[in-house]
């Protein structure tokens, strides 16, 4: 009976044991089927679709903007990433690619605006979905969470002061000096623009009225050659494209005008090698990218994110730079 009495005390106290160790089972599966939320409405578990959304797809400065994205999203790891951009400089095509975005479940746009207002209305609706706004190389009239650009006013006026410096150098005193740009609303090109023009303001050079391509180089060229033809000493391109269409365009001439320029390409750093350009603003596209994704990941997850506006840096690439 003793016996009898023990294998039934053992027996309920193996029960009691087994039935444990299954409600044990059953709260971690709970736990790990239930992930943990971040402040930005996100599970730890999922990822973060982030757009990059550029004017075009035509400029190296573009590749290289992506490429610094890509390098941020492989550090943080938990970001769905993607690049869409029209194929030449169109506000509708940029629309199309911002509700794209936005339809594919954008949690985040690093956006390069081609205009400051056109894409308002799109860029409210995104807004209105729940998607981070930030602005890299060029930013619309709508608020976002950072722009980080660089500074293009205070650039566009260190061209201007390259360029006098070289007219100097080769005793011109005097000329007509034109500038090919993208268009008249990209605020980008146009700040560069302007502080280009305020270097030569109160100088003996003319500045002539600015001719627009759209950044595409063949049409630059084209411009830059009926530049060269009215006797322009000096051309300045505002972007990648009109940069490469005033190095051709002086190339075929063969005449000795200065040519400054914007964006750094391989294009564009073997025509200062050649001696066709006198020197490049170069950005920091990559940086734009990177500190971009850096940007909207943190806005998304609820943190600081510092500045509105970030100063990405340039420099100037002269002959002296290009090995």
Known sequence: MKLLK????????????LASFAAGCGNKEVQESTPTQTNGGKADSQSYKVYLITMDQMDQHWVNVDKGCRQAVAELGNIDYKWLAPDVKDDAKQIEC?????????????????????VQSALEEAQAAGVKIVYVDSPADFPAVQTLATDNKAAGNTAGGEMLKALEAASIKEGKIGVISVNAATASTVAREEGFREALKGSSFEVLETQYCDGDAAKSKDAAANFITQGCVGLFGANEGSTVGIGNAIKEAGKNVIG???DKSDAILNLIKEGYLLCTMAQNPEVMGYEGVKTAAKALNGEETGPEFIDTGVSVITKDDVK
């Open 260 to 262: 400054v320029g914007f």
């Open 6 to 17: 023990s294998k039934l005390f053992a027996l309920l106290l193996c029960l009691v044991l």
């Open 98 to 118: 911002i509700n794209n975005a936005v339809a594919g479940g954008a949690d985040a746009i690093l956006l390069a605006a081609n205009g400051p207002v056109a």
